[in-house]
């Protein structure tokens, strides 16, 4: 396998399991039966909805890092 593939390997295995985290996060709270359908939206999904989100531009933006060569970004500062 090419070591520059090898490189994309983990960021998208960590971008997957936190999703998956989330996701799963936010259907079972979802499913708390006390609170009103809009509240649990806004309390439950919204926020795991843009963290995967996130997540996912901090991905690509990896991908970017890894393209130009930037194996160590923490040596920049």
Not at 5 to 13: C, L, M, T
Not at 25 to 40: E, Q, S, T, V
């Amino acid at each position: 396998m090419n070591t520059q593939r090898k490189k994309y390997i983990a960021p998208i295995i960590i971008t997957i399991f936190i999703a998956l985290y989330y996701l799963i996060a936010a259907m079972l709270f979802y499913d708390y039966n006390d609170l009103p359908f809009i509240i649990k939206i806004a309390v439950f999904v919204v926020p795991s909805v843009i963290i995967i989100v996130m997540m996912v531009m901090v991905l690509f933006e990896r991908f970017k890092e890894i393209k130009k060569g930037d194996d160590d970004d923490l040596s920049k500062y």
